[in-house]
Every structure is written in structure tokens, then in C-alpha cells.
């Protein structure tokens, strides 16, 4: 025990010690926020930014790198390397910017895409002012209400309705109002939840380390110790909530968030589980001016330091020497390839694209390419319906807040049966609906389309179910794929207009489903991911994090985004932090809060003189 202890010293000196030994120029050094310009609304000013069509002529010279795939995961690396003066050119398939973060209008509604609420904004903390730095201080963030997620449990004769509150204190007092006599569960769930979600650090750690170093804490089973967070990792969510609580409501409202994972309870990992709702405890944020903004403010600094962001550029495949050296990207243009050459490629198209399509056919059947895919599975499909409505948020009865609606509090049986079951039977069981109204948590919505509203529903989908559609054309793929379809949508609608009174079928002025297959297309999701790589328990084993990190087996090639960390906006952002931190040969997660700290210092002196 004594031994283990004075190991477990001397390996926590010889972390910090790497982990404080930097080199390379810090994108963090310096508080960059700039005083606020003022919002434009304008949607041909702000093309001129996010839809940047690719041709040869527009690529600069002397590249530094460049990043495929424009999503959260490649413009933050893009603008973190531009901030210590690289030129980077962020090359996307798609016709704008922003991969999950774009937005698309219909018939004058506009809709985001894969932006609904993100949690741990609050000023001055470490994230908010990572996400303020990379935008210069113009993006600013609106908070939803409080409560901001209601869960919906029960067919339409006997739903219970529950409240979710964030703050730390009033998360857990407010549920133990819903649920009298539960006090010690709740307790303990939110105490278990925090000291997991803490752990997330030596996620980072085992991804940054030195190779040798993270097989060494991984095969001696001392990742497992040292760290909650891989501790817990192996624990369903399922198995974790039925050993707190007998009350199966309860059971059901701890597990609820899991549709922003895509895990359903008994696959979950707890740790997983404990990241998201550890996320949004101290509340959530929604962009103000809608998720366009968050790429329309970061392309601008890419620029200022020579680099570009086009778009309609789909990379074919990166190119190598005889050395397995990556030098450069090939990109389509019509029937033609065009090459682009430089000292490095980032991907940020996730690593089943960058894997399976991009590479080389010698070089991907490299078995440390192939150990890597072989831990990594696809992850679930998406289904997202898109409605424009006439109406005002105060006519309709939207607010800042989501809906999470389930047609019973059995999670696992629900999901289960729907994604075992034929497309047309699941179609009418959908076992959960997120349900949301983007336009009523923009306050500079009304000013820009006055009267209307709009709402974003989220489930889940097979892509197996769309599968045989895939090759036709995106806004004609036939009636029968329509009608599929449509017996998605009539289910989900009549879930919706039951829950939302104010809605009623006359308001409705437009409305289409996107499939896994829309996702293949938009967002260049191979198997219509929602969140990329799947996140059940098997992607917490600490071996997989020690080997799934930012170098690949393949010299100046990288991995940054969803994929080489975890999904959602933070976590794909961690993947741009984590891939920035090996480029630059710097810690840049403790540079981050480093500068928190320091802006926080500052402020408190603006503030006090
Ligand atoms: C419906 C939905 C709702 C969501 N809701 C939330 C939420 O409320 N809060 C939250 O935090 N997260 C949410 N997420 C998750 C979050 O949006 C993503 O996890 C995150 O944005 C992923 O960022 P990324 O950069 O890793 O990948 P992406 O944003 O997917 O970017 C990858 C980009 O690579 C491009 N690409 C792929 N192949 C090529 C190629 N060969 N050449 C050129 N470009 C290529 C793609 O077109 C895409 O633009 C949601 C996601 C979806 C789909
Ligand atoms: C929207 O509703 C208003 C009245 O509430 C009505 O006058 C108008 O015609 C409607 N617009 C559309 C496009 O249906």
C-alpha cells in the first residue's frame, strides 16, 4: 500500500510536471475580446462570410495547414493556430460554413441545425471564456429559461410533467419537491454526478501524455484509479439509477438527458451520462442571432492571419509521399481534382471519413489505422423535423426551454423496441422527442422575422431504415422514401400538438423531416451520425482514449472535432484544444484557464475603479 502510494506521488509530480512544461506560442496569451460591433442581420452580408465558394485561385500561398470539415472542431483549431499567426485554410464539402453549427432557410423560416443549448457558459468561467476568445467577444450568449428542460413522461391520458431547474442547489431542491421522500437519492446522484464529471481531466491527460506514459497508466490499471472518471466508466446508467432509487419516474427523469449522447440508459456509460448533466447544472445558453453566428464570427480571424474558409470543396483524399507522409489535400472542383499542398492536415470530418475515405487503400489497412477504427463504432442516426409556424412565441405559448417527451418512463424497453422494430411500425412509437423552439430563445428573432416562430424536433432514426435512398437526389428522392417520411412526421406532430396546445395545424406553414441520409449529405455524417462515433460504454475504456488521440499513425496527420474527444460543442471544441495542444506543443486547456483567471482579475479591477 505504501509503495502504491509513494508510485502514485511520483507519477503525480511527473504529470504536472509535463503537463506544465510548455513550448510553442500560446493562442491563449493575451485577452483578445474586442468591444461589440454591431449585430448584422443581413443574410447576403453574412453569406459573403460563411459561403465562400471554393476555386483554386482563392487558396493562399505558404499554408500552414489545412483543416477539413468547418464544424465547430475545425474552425476552433483553425482560429486558435491563427491566433499565433499560422495561415490555415479550412476547406467544407458542404455550401456554408459551420458544419453541425450551420443554419438553412425554408420559405422564410431560418433553422439551425445541431445548436439547441449549451451548458457551462457562465461569465468568467474557463469555457465561456475559451468560446469568448475564439470569437473575439462577439458572440454573444442568451440563457434560457430556468426551469430550462421539462421531461414529459407517459401517454397522452397520464403525463407527468417534471420540471429540470439548473443551479447546483436548486437542481436537487426542485426535484425533491416532484419527488417527496426521495431526498437521499437525489443527494446522491447529484453528488455521484459531479465527482465523475470532475475526473473528465485525465480524459484529456491520457490523449496529451506521452505514449508510453499512457500505456503505462492504462495496462496497470492505474487510470481506473486515479481518475472517477474512468472508474465509473464500465457502469451503465441503467445499472447506476436502479441502485439510487425504486421509483421508476425518478429513475427516468435522472437518465432523461441521454438524447444528447444518443446511448440509450443501459449502453450509456455512466460517465458519459455524468458529463452532460454535470454541463448544463449551472444553466444553458442559446446564440443570440441563431447558430449562424458562432462561424460567422470566427471565420474573420482565420482570415486576418492569411487563412481562408471555403466552402463546396469536398476533400476526395489526402495526399502522401512514398514516406506515409501526409503533404496535402485533393478537393473536387466539378470532374477535376485540384491539389493543395501543406505541412500539415487536420480532419475534422471525423475519423471514419478520414480513415475509410480519405486514405490511400496500403495505408489504411495499416493495423494501427484498423486497431483504431476496430474500437470505434458508428453512432446513431438522426432524425430532425424542422416546423415554421405563423404565430409569436406569446401566441403560440413557446418559450426559451426544451421538452423532452417519452410515451413511457422505461427508456430502455422503449428505444429497444423501436430501433429493433420495421421502419413503418417505429415510425408510429417514437420512444423519445426533443422538442424546442430556436426562434423563441433568440431575442433578435422578432426583429428579424416578425409573427412567425419556429420549432426543432429531435429523435432518433436507423440509417438502415433510409439506406436504400441514399444515392438519389437530395430534394427528389421519390415517393416512397416521401411517405416514409411523412409517417414520421404525423406521429410526432400529433405528439406535439398534443403537448403544446397553443399549436394548432392551421399555424403550421412549413414542415419537412431531415433523415440519417439528409445528415450524409449536409453535415457529411457517413452513417447520418447525430454525434459522430458512438458513446456507449465501450468508448470510455482508457485504452481507446490513450490511442484514439490528435497524431494519428500517420505522420503530419491529425484528428480534431467530436471524434478524438467527445461530441457536442464542448466536447467537439475539446477535440479542437486537445488537437491544438499537440500542434503547438503547449497545454492548451491550462492556457485557457489560465486566461479565465487573468480576464476574471481584470474585470474585478474594471469593475472596482
Ligand atoms: C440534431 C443535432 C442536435 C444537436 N444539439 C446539440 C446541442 O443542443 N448542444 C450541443 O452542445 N451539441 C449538440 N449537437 C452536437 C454538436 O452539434 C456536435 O457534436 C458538434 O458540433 C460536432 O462538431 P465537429 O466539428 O466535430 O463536427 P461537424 O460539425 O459534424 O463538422 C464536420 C464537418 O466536416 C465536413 N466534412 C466531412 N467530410 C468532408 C470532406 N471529405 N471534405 C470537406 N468537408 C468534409 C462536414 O460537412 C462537416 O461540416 C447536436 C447535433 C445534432 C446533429
Ligand atoms: C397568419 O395568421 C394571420 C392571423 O393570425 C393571418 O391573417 C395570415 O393570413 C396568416 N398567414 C399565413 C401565411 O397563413
Not at 330 to 343: C, F, L, N, T, Y
Not at 376 to 381: A, F, L, Q, R, S
Not at 535 to 540: L, N
Request: hydrophobic share 40%; net charge positive; glycine share 8%.
Amino acid at each position: 500500500m505504501i509503495i502504491f502510494g509513494i508510485i502514485c506521488v511520483a507519477l503525480v509530480i511527473f504529470i504536472l510536471k509535463y503537463v506544465f512544461s510548455s513550448s510553442g506560442p500560446n493562442p491563449f496569451e493575451t485577452d483578445t475580446r474586442e468591444p461589440l460591433k454591431k449585430m448584422v442581420h443581413d443574410k447576403k452580408e453574412k453569406n459573403k462570410v460563411l459561403k465562400q465558394g471554393f476555386v483554386a485561385s482563392k487558396v493562399p500561398d505558404n499554408l500552414d495547414a489545412i483543416i477539413i470539415g468547418s464544424g465547430i472542431g475545425g474552425l476552433g483549431l483553425a482560429v486558435l493556430l491563427a491566433k499565433v499567426g499560422k495561415k490555415v485554410l479550412v476547406l467544407e464539402q458542404h455550401s456554408r460554413a459551420g458544419g453541425c453549427c450551420h443554419t438553412f432557410s425554408e420559405k422564410g423560416f431560418e433553422f439551425d441545425v445541431g445548436i439547441h443549448y449549451i451548458g457551462n457558459l457562465l461569465e468568467h468561467q474557463s469555457f465561456r471564456c475559451m468560446v469568448d476568445h475564439i470569437t473575439n467577444g462577439q458572440l454573444q450568449w442568451e440563457p434560457l429559461e430556468n426551469p430550462f428542460d421539462h421531461v414529459v413522461l407517459g401517454p397522452p391520458e397520464n403525463r407527468r410533467r417534471y420540471p429540470i431547474y439548473s443551479g447546483r442547489t436548486r437542481f436537487r431542491e426542485e426535484l425533491k419537491k416532484c419527488f417527496p421522500g426521495e431526498e437521499k437519492a437525489i443527494d446522491e446522484y447529484v453528488k455521484l454526478v459531479k465527482k465523475v464529471a470532475q475526473g473528465i481531466w485525465f480524459l484529456a491527460f491520457l490523449k496529451l501524455c506521452p505514449v508510453p506514459l499512457a500505456k503505462f497508466l492504462v495496462y496497470t490499471g492505474l487510470a481506473k484509479r486515479l481518475s472517477s472518471f474512468f472508474r465509473m466508466a464500465p457502469c451503465s446508467l441503467t445499472e447506476v439509477v436502479n441502485k439510487l432509487t425504486e421509483n421508476k419516474d425518478l429513475r427516468a427523469v435522472f437518465g432523461y438527458i441521454f438524447g444528447t449522447y444518443g446511448n440509450m440508459p443501459k449502453d450509456a456509460s455512466f460517465s458519459m451520462h455524468s458529463l452532460l448533466v454535470n454541463h448544463y447544472l449551472n444553466g444553458a445558453w442559446y446564440p443570440k442571432g441563431g447558430a449562424s453566428e458562432i462561424a460567422y464570427h470566427m471565420i474573420p480571424i482565420i482570415e486576418k492571419a492569411g487563412g481562408a474558409v471555403l466552402v463546396r470543396a469536398p476533400v476526395n483524399r489526402i495526399l502522401f509521399n512514398g514516406a506515409k507522409e501526409a503533404y496535402g489535400v485533393s478537393v473536387m472542383k466539378g470532374q477535376e481534382e485540384v491539389h493543395i499542398r501543406a505541412p500539415m492536415v487536420i480532419s475534422d470530418a471525423g475519423i471514419f471519413n478520414t480513415y475509410q475515405m480519405l486514405l490511400p487503400k496500403e495505408l489504411q489497412a495499416m493495423p494501427a489505422i484498423q486497431k483504431q477504427l476496430s474500437m470505434m463504432k458508428h453512432g446513431e442516426g438522426g432524425l430532425s423535423i424542422f416546423v415554421g409556424l405563423n404565430g409569436t412565441k406569446e401566441e403560440l405559448g413557446l418559450k426559451a426551454d426544451n421538452y423532452w417527451i417519452f410515451p413511457e418512463n422505461n427508456f430502455d424497453e422503449l428505444v429497444e423496441n423501436y430501433m429493433n422494430g420495421k421502419r413503418e411500425e417505429s415510425a408510429k412509437k417514437i420512444p423519445l422527442l426533443f422538442v424546442a423552439s430556436p426562434s423563441a430563445k433568440d431575442p433578435t428573432w422578432e426583429e428579424r422575422s416578425p409573427g412567425k416562430s419556429t420549432l426543432s424536433l429531435v429523435s432518433f432514426a436507423k440509417y438502415e431504415w433510409f439506406e436504400e435512398w441514399k444515392d438519389g437526389k437530395v430534394s427528389n428522392r421519390g415517393s416512397d422514401y416521401k411517405e416514409l417520411k411523412q409517417a414520421f412526421i404525423d406521429s410526432i406532430l400529433e405528439v406535439v400538438l398534443d403537448v403544446f396546445p397553443k399549436i394548432t395545424a392551421d399555424k403550421i406553414e412549413y414542415i419537412d423531416a431531415g433523415t440519417p441520409i439528409t445528415n450524409t449529405y449536409y453535415i457529411g455524417a457517413p452513417k447520418g451520425e447525430i454525434y459522430g462515433a458512438d458513446h456507449g460504454i465501450a468508448r470510455f475504456s482508457p485504452e481507446l482514449n490513450a490511442m484514439v488521440r490528435p497524431q494519428t499513425p500517420l505522420k503530419n496527420l491529425y484528428l480534431t472535432g467530436q471524434d478524438v474527444f467527445l461530441c457536442g460543442f464542448a466536447g467537439a471544441l475539446a477535440g479542437a484544444l486537445t488537437c491544438g495542444s499537440v500542434i503547438l506543443n503547449r497545454n492548451l486547456h491550462l492556457d485557457a484557464i489560465a486566461l479565465a483567471k487573468k480576464t476574471k482579475i481584470l474585470n474585478t479591477k474594471l469593475k472596482g475603479e
